[in-house]
């Protein structure tokens, strides 16, 4: 049972558009969701995060938004440009993570069509 | 800001070799770090939990005789997979915590691409 779920596989999105990807999760306990980037053959890189009391967090063209009762988070960024193509992995923090504490999504390939 | 170097970034081996995998904490000390392995289109699967001075702590379904992990120091954890089998062949990554920083997230190498013929 997936308790973090990226339902998109892939994404295409257009340079210069903004580009939304999202993720659920069912596990209430998680308190702290990441966004990690990943590009082919390399290990992930964080990208930003966001606190359970917190609704929005901004870092440059990187916004993340946490709707609780929902369940669902969401990383905008925007203006795409081709650099931000990669796969992309949302992680939550908390009780009910494996033993390093994150639980992974299968991650999201953004691909930035010129 | 934190670090983390794993080597070799890709190795082939022939089947029934062991393979060994080096993941190091450049500028923190690691009492844990975590070992991961990813297949193609699937998300990141922890595999074990490498603790420094003790034994590793493996996730279920992972065969500790196969999946020989020492933590040997505190900035060096070592995965050996041993009697290496095609069904082996996969992206490993080792990643690891900066203690002092609550709630840092997670720092991962860049992985091992390990094929196994």
């Known amino acids: 049972d997936q308790q973090v779920k990226q339902n998109s596989p892939s994404l295409s999105v257009q340079e210069g558009r903004i580009s939304i990807l999202n993720c659920d999760y069912t596990?209430?306990?998680?308190?702290?969701f990441l966004w990690y980037k990943k590009y082919p053959a390399e290990g992930p890189t964080f990208l930003i995060s966001i606190s359970s009391i917190k609704d929005k967090n901004e870092d440059g063209r990187f916004t993340v938004f946490l709707n609780k009762s929902a369940k669902h988070l969401s990383l905008h960024i925007v203006p795409s440009q081709p650099g931000d193509s990669a796969v992309y992995f949302c992680?939550?923090?908390?009780?009910?993570?494996?033993?390093?504490?994150?639980?992974f999504g299968k991650g999201t390939h953004l691909i930035i069509q010129p | 800001g934190a670090v983390v170097s794993q080597h070799p970034s890709w190795v082939i081996c022939k089947s029934g070799t062991s393979v060994k995998i080096e993941c190091r904490s450049l500028d923190f000390q690691a009492t844990t770090m975590f070992w991961y392995r990813q297949f193609p289109k699937q998300s990141l699967m922890l595999m074990a939990t490498?603790?420094?001075?003790?034994?590793?702590?493996?996730e279920q379904g992972v065969e500790k005789d196969k999946f020989l992990i020492n933590h040997a120091s505190l900035t060096l954890s070592t995965l050996t997979v041993t009697s290496a089998h095609p069904e082996d062949s996969s992206f490993y990554i080792c990643s690891a915590r900066a203690p002092d920083r609550a709630n840092s997230p997670l720092h991962f190498g860049n992985g091992t691409r390990l094929t196994v013929t």
């Open positions: 992680a939550a923090l908390g009780s009910g993570g494996g033993a390093d504490g994150l639980t």
């Open positions: 490498s603790n420094e001075g003790s034994k590793a702590t493996y």
């Open positions: 596990n209430s306990m998680f308190d702290y």
